[in-house]
């Protein structure tokens, strides 16, 4: 049972960083960032702790964290969008 359970938020986590793309905001790295920690850690704090809900609430804010900082740096040094088409002066 508990490999399942890792298997599917392993599952979840790579599904929810699929969901935000260029498309959605320009800038998005810290988002994915946070969310993708947010899980990864989870999950690893359940399992590394006493596989109780304190150690997986741990770990989604340790998750989260590190995961916003990667991404806010990310974002960061990637080169904003540029307009392209419609009316220019």
Excluded: R
């Amino acid at each position: 049972m508990k490999h399942t359970l890792n298997l599917f938020s392993i599952v979840v986590a790579l599904l929810l960083s699929g969901c935000t793309g260029n498309e959605v905001l320009p800038a998005n790295a810290t988002q994915t960032g946070v969310a993708t920690g947010a899980i990864a850690g989870s999950v690893i704090g359940y399992n590394a702790g006493s596989h109780s809900g304190t150690d997986a609430a741990l770990g989604a804010v340790a998750g989260a964290a590190v995961g916003g900082l990667i991404g806010n740096a990310v974002d960061q040094n990637n080169p904003q969008p540029v307009q392209t088409g419609g009316w220019h002066e």
